[in-house]
């Protein structure tokens, strides 16, 4: 099956600045790929998908790259903010259902 | 009221017992899911149904079983709950059309002791 590893594990940043999170994945045939934010106490949300057929999605501050020779993406945070502290998993898939999920990245927003 | 909601919210329940977990959606989508969120290793499916005639295993469904009683409607159940069980679980719908991605419920925390 699909193996969706994403680095790094824990992320802080200073508040303005901007936060990367990357994923490789495993198999080629995956083409959706989202990114999900999980808030304490909450279920993840979506927040940006990708398709293979696109390179660079973004909506305002948040922007997703593919790189599918590689077999990586990654989500580019910028001028963050304290409310974008919380768990981003990304995610991949062969079609829109059963996604395989990353571990998780906790990012810390210094105020 | 939330598009998906799971019950109970948090449970203690003894090695051995039977358990069931709810979750309902009013999002009208045919496909449903169950995850497991351990510290660590991210979303693991359990179960995953297309439509109520239709239930397929996940990476790690040993140990756990799925009924689901209506297109709304998708329940796990721990048949002899065993510590390692121990976790957060998400059941999740989507569209069939991808368009919207999954709609998560907030997860029931369970501890087995």
């Known amino acids: 099956g699909e193996n969706v590893e994403q680095h790094p594990s824990t992320l802080s940043v200073q508040e303005g600045d901007s936060a990367v999170i990357k994923c490789t994945y495993s198999?080629?045939?995956?083409?959706?790929f989202p990114w999900y934010k999980q808030e304490l106490g909450k279920g993840p949300q979506l927040i940006i998908d990708i398709r293979s057929n696109v390179g660079e999605k973004k909506d305002q501050r948040i922007a997703v790259t593919l790189n599918k020779t590689a077999k990586h993406f990654s989500l580019h945070i910028t001028e963050t903010q304290p409310e974008d502290s919380a768990v981003y998993f990304c995610a991949a898939s062969i079609g829109d259902y059963k996604l395989s999920f990353g571990a998780g990245t906790t990012v810390t927003v210094r105020a | 009221d939330a598009d998906v909601t799971q019950t109970p919210r948090n449970r203690i329940t003894k090695t051995g017992k039977r358990i069931m977990l709810e979750c309902s959606q009013t999002k009208g989508h045919d496909r449903m899911y169950w995850y497991r969120q351990d510290p660590g290793l991210g979303l693991r499916l359990i179960y995953y149904?297309?439509?109520?005639?239709?239930?397929n295993k996940g990476e790690i469904s040993d140990g756990y079983s799925v009924s689901r009683q209506a297109q709304a409607k998708f329940s796990l159940s721990l048949e002899s709950a065993i510590p390692n069980q121990t976790a957060l679980y998400f059941c999740?719908?989507?569209?069939?059309?991808?368009?919207?991605?999954?709609?998560f419920g907030s997860g029931t925390r369970l501890t087995v002791v």
């Open positions: 198999d080629s045939a995956s083409n959706y």
């Open positions: 999740a719908t989507s569209d069939p059309q991808g368009t919207y991605g999954y709609t």
């Open positions: 149904s297309f439509d109520v005639k239709d239930i």
